[in-house]
C-alpha cells in the first residue's frame, strides 16, 4: 500500500497508525506548497485526489481512499488485534467514531485554515483561537478524569489523529500552557516509536 503524504500535515495520522498496526506502507511525498500539487512521479496530483489534498491510501489493487477518518480506520480494522480501533458494532466503536469526528470538525478544521489558508484573515483566525481553546478545555477535562489516552488505557487510532492535530499549536502559537493533561499526553505520544520513526522518515524523504 502507498500513502500519499506531505509532512507536517494531517497525514501523519494514518503513517503513525500504519506502524503502530505493523502494516508497510510505501510513502510518497506531496507538494503540497504549490499548485497544480504534484509528486515525483505525478505532475498533477490532481489526478490521484480530485480535492487535491493529502492523505490518500493507495491499495495494492490500485483503488484509492481519501480522508484521513476513513483512512485510520481501514488501517486498523486490517490488524484488528493492534486494537487501534475497537470492533465494528461494539458501543465502543461508536464512542472511538464520535472522537474522530469531533478531531475532524472541531480541531482539524480550525486549526487549518491559517495554517494552510491564512486568506482566511485575521477575524476568523480569532474566531478560530476562542473555540480551539475551547475544544482543548473539553478534551483537557476529558484526559484528566479518563485517560491516559481518549478511549481509556489503551493507545487507539484517535489518539493518533489528535495527536498529529494538536502538535500545530506551537506553529500556529495556541498556548497550551492551561492544558496541563494535554501537555502530558503530547508528551507521551511524541516517544512512542510509531511517531519518532513516522517522523523520521517523512524527514529523511523531504530531504531527499
Ligand atoms: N477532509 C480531509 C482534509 C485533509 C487536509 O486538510 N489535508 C491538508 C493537509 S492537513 C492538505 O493536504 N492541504 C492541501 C490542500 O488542501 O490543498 C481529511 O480529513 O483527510
Known amino acids: 500500500m502507498k500513502l ?6 494531517c497525514s501523519l495520522s494514518p503513517h503513525i497508525v500504519a506502524r503502530e498496526a505493523g502494516i508497510p506502507l510505501v510513502l510518497e511525498r506531496v507538494d503540497i506548497g504549490r499548485l497544480p500539487h504534484s509528486t515525483a512521479n505525478i505532475p ?3 489526478t490521484i485526489n480530485p480535492n487535491g489534498y493529502v492523505p490518500v491510501l ?14 485510520v480506520q481501514y488501517l486498523a480494522d486490517l490488524m484488528p488485534e493492534s486494537g487501534l480501533a475497537p470492533a465494528a458494532g461494539t458501543r465502543e466503536r461508536y464512542q472511538f467514531q464520535s472522537w474522530l469526528t ?5 480541531l482539524h478544521k480550525m486549526y487549518s485554515p491559517w495554517l494552510f489558508h491564512p486568506e482566511y484573515g485575521a477575524d476568523a483566525e480569532a474566531g ?7 475544544r482543548l478545555a473539553f478534551v483537557e477535562t476529558h484526559l484528566a478524569g479518563n ?8 493507545f487507539t487510532a484517535a489518539d493518533a489523529y489528535l495527536f498529529t492535530i494538536v502538535e500545530w499549536s506551537s506553529l500556529t502559537r495556541i498556548d497550551l500552557t492551561p492544558f496541563p493533561a494535554v501537555r502530558d499526553y503530547l508528551a507521551r505520544i511524541a516517544g512512542r516509536p510509531s511517531v519518532v520513526e ?4 517523512e524527514r529523511r524523504k ?3
Open 206 to 208: 523531504a530531504a531527499a
Open 198 to 201: 513516522a517522523r523520521a522518515a
Open 147 to 154: 485517560g491516559p489516552y481518549l478511549m481509556g488505557s489503551r
Open 128 to 134: 478560530a483561537r476562542d473555540r480551539i481553546r475551547q
Open 44 to 46: 498533477d496530483f490532481g
Open 58 to 71: 493507495e491499495l495494492d489493487d490500485g483503488s484509492l481512499l481519501t480522508e484521513g477518518v476513513a483512512i
Open 102 to 106: 469531533f478531531i475532524s470538525s472541531e
Open 4 to 9: 500519499y503524504y506531505a509532512p507536517g500535515t
